[in-house]
């Protein structure tokens, strides 16, 4: 029987990120995952979906090409080379991580992982003792089970890359940032796309001017957008289902050592990541909303610094960028006006369209706008992107609001011009 400090079920970025540190502190640790180190972001989301959407960006500048001077014919998919590719890029990344995992000297068991008590869990028939345990299991998608007995093809996110060509048309239902980023990129390749949300906008998370502008765009690419109503009776053959995700925390055991769930099979932990069971921890999508691959990591790191007494600074989740990797890319930090109308809290708006950015001009990339919220002692409340390199443009803020910078110390910093992010320089300077 082994012995471990701490013992990770779970290969996703929560999971690899706290075994990575708790290495380096000198735990020994052992991480256990049924499919393989990455999870489901590097294995079928974040990254796989970002290749994807690669592609459908080059399909874009093809189609637009005449607009750069160069004129082409009409281009030939390959459908299975697209996804071929994303199947390189995951690739590629996870044998860094297993390189990784070797070179820091953690032990990792593939297989499904029990709890037999709340200091042993068995792994294919072995048994592994640990001091600590942290439950990084991530979360699976939801199910609309009045479509699941349908005779249509309803599918996940992660049914896509089992695709073997291109639909006619597709119907996605739920319209957050993975129902936008598959609508762009099937739209790109000339599916006809309906688009159906519940709430009364696309991103219904998003501002709403965001949200707005997305439609706009989405409307110009010729989709059918249905918002406000809930998906039933749907004629298309193939239905790409995209309502949000519930915690993967079921089969585990963890109904035998009392560990707490709570709604959509989440598992309720303090503000360490603590369930109620002292030696356990959970950190990730299994514990609940946001559900990002980079709060999962910071999760990770935090419980596996706390769990070696290094008394790390607590996660602050009001200062956490949410990132939708569509053309155009929205990206946002913060609070948003209806947020803050809501509380009732007195702030001043800076807002410019990239059309009078010259990188953007130079480029083609005029489409969307920055929006930026500022509290009356000049801190940023929130800020809202949607345009071209939006999702890198983000971090400015996120550093910015963790370490309370005022305005006055964005203006400070020179921007290299020309760039996009000089905008916000641009955008700030209407509060100066």
Known sequence: MKKYQLIIIGGGPGGYTAAFRAAELGMSVAII????????????????????????????????ADNYGIEIGKPKIHFDKILDKTIQARKRLSKGLHFQVRKLGVDFFPGLATFVSSSSIEVDGNILEGEKFIIATGSKARELTHLKDS????????????????????????????????????????????????????????????????????????????TGIIADNIQDDHILVSIGVEGNSLGLGL????????????????????????????VGDVIGPPWLAHVSAAEGLYVAEHIANLHPKKIDYNCIPACTYSKPEVASIGMTKKQLDKEGIEYNTAKSFFNSNGKAVATGGTDGFIKIYVGSDNLILGAHIIGSNATEMISEFSLAMRNQLSVENILDTIHPHPTFSEAIFETLMQLK
């Open 255 to 282: 109904d035998k050592i009392g560990v707490s769930l709570g709604e959509n099979n989440h598992i309720v932990v303090n503000e360490n990541g603590q369930t109620n069971i002292e030696n356990i921890y959970a």
């Open 33 to 64: 995952d049924d499919n393989d180190l990455g999870g489901v972001c590097l294995n079928w989301g974040c990254i796989p979906t970002k290749s994807l959407l690669k592609n459908a960006e080059v399909m874009d500048i093809i189609n637009n």
């Open 151 to 226: 005779s249509k093809e309803v599918m996940t996110a992660k049914d896509i890359f089992n695709m073997k060509s291109l639909p006619d048309s597709m119907t996605i239902i739920g319209a957050g940032a993975i129902g936008i980023e598959f609508a762009y990129f099937f739209n790109a390749f000339g599916v006809k796309i309906t688009l159906i949300e519940a709430q009364d906008f696309l991103l219904p998370n998003e501002d709403e001017e965001i949200s707005q502008w997305m439609h706009k765009v989405f409307k110009r690419k010729k989709m059918n957008i249905q």
